[in-house]
């Protein structure tokens, strides 16, 4: 029992510090990040937000460690999988070399390219 207590305190503390980073936020919408963001953002944005979304994969992973959702429930699972193997560079590296060679898709939004690029390929690499 203690061991469950764990995750979902973990979500609950991430949860909160994004309500109250993110509060300032609430009259503005948050943008979606896209290739033109991403190429004109600084290396240390690019690792801060593959963090984030390498950290919410992890959350989500720990808090549903005991009872995973399926494929069909979340996408978690698969992007887990997917990204198997992937370091933090790797992704930032192969992310900049497709908008570079990509420059008519810069407004493909990031999180897009992370799955049909690395995601998608990945699964059928690690299954």
Known sequence: MAMR???RTLLLLTSL????AWSGARAQ???LVTGAIWSASSEQVKKAYLVGIANTIQVETAYAASNPPSDGQSIVPRAARGMRGQTLDGVREALDKWYAANPDK???PVIETIWFEMVIPGLAKNK
């Open 17 to 20: 510090a994004l309500t109250v």
């Open 106 to 108: 810069l407004q493909r």
């Open 5 to 7: 207590m764990q995750p």
């Open 29 to 31: 919408e948050i943008p």
